[in-house]
T-cell receptor, first 112, second 114 residues
Framework: SQQGEEDPQALSIQEGENATMNCSYK?????LQWYRQNSGRGLVHLIL?????REKHSGRLRVTLDTSKKSSSLLITASRAADTASYFC????????????FGKGTSLLVTP | KAGVTQTPRYLIKTRGQQVTLSCSPI?????VSWYQQTPGQGLQFLFE???????NKGNFPGRFSGRQFSNSRSEMNVSTLELGDSALYLC?????????????FGAGTRLSVL
């Protein structure tokens, strides 16, 4: 079952602009991860943020987590055409066993 | 290290047939998970194996089954295929699985059921 919901569903920006994607989830979590998927291929892990963390950076990526609002955001700064992909948040709620619950993703298009 | 390898990459079957998909995890990884991805339902968890034992199963009918071998390679089987089984099937491995563990995904097997 879907735990996370990404917003917006689709985002189109130009190279050099920043892209912000949001994820909301329903139950408490231990961790939240963001993954990227290029068209029809496997997912690539981007960043993991634990429930006791509020912000995390990795290169051009910045992730925030607000457990009181059950939401997270992924910011990609200075976007490049190569960032064109779908982005998914994934959570592992306490009752999920060993499964990750993915949202339906945000489709990002970065045009030159 | 080689990544997660899934075979075959593409598969076309007809309704009623059965299919077996294969996944070789990253060397040293003992946890293998399977996901089904469709445009309508998104990514849905199928099951997870660790040391040849199924630890968790998603909400799929019994036609979907899997197993893991002693070398951590995993297979999933779908019997009596239905049109709705058309999807991208993704395998992911992690060192020990469980919460907080990063999953490494293969490129997937795209199954088309005609």
């Amino acid at each position: 079952s879907q735990q996370g919901e990404e917003d917006p569903q689709a985002l189109s920006i130009q190279e050099g602009e920043n892209a912000t994607m949001n994820c909301s989830y329903k139950t408490s979590i231990n961790n939240l991860q963001w993954y990227r998927q290029n068209s029809g291929r496997g997912l690539v892990h981007l960043i993991l943020i634990r429930s006791n963390e509020r912000e995390k950076h990795s290169g051009r990526l910045r992730v925030t987590l607000d457990t009181s609002k059950k939401s997270s955001s992924l910011l990609i700064t200075a976007s490049r055409a190569a960032d064109t992909a779908s982005y998914f948040c994934a959570t592992d709620p306490p009752n999920s066993g060993y499964a990750l619950n993915f949202g339906k993703g945000t489709s990002l298009l970065v045009t030159p | 290290k080689a990544g997660v390898t899934q075979t075959p990459r593409y598969l076309i079957k007809t309704r009623g047939q059965q299919v077996t998909l294969s996944c070789s995890p990253i060397s040293g990884h003992r946890s293998v998970s399977w996901y089904q991805q469709t445009p309508g339902q998104g990514l849905q968890f199928l099951f997870e194996y660790f040391s040849e034992t199924q630890r968790n199963k998603g909400n799929f009918p019994g036609r979907f089954s899997g197993r893991q071998f002693s070398n951590s390679r995993s297979e999933m089987n779908v019997s009596t295929l239905e049109l709705g089984d058309s999807a991208l099937y993704l395998c992911a491995s992690s060192a020990i699985g469980g919460r907080g563990n990063i999953q490494y995904f293969g490129a997937g097997t795209r199954l088309s059921v005609l």
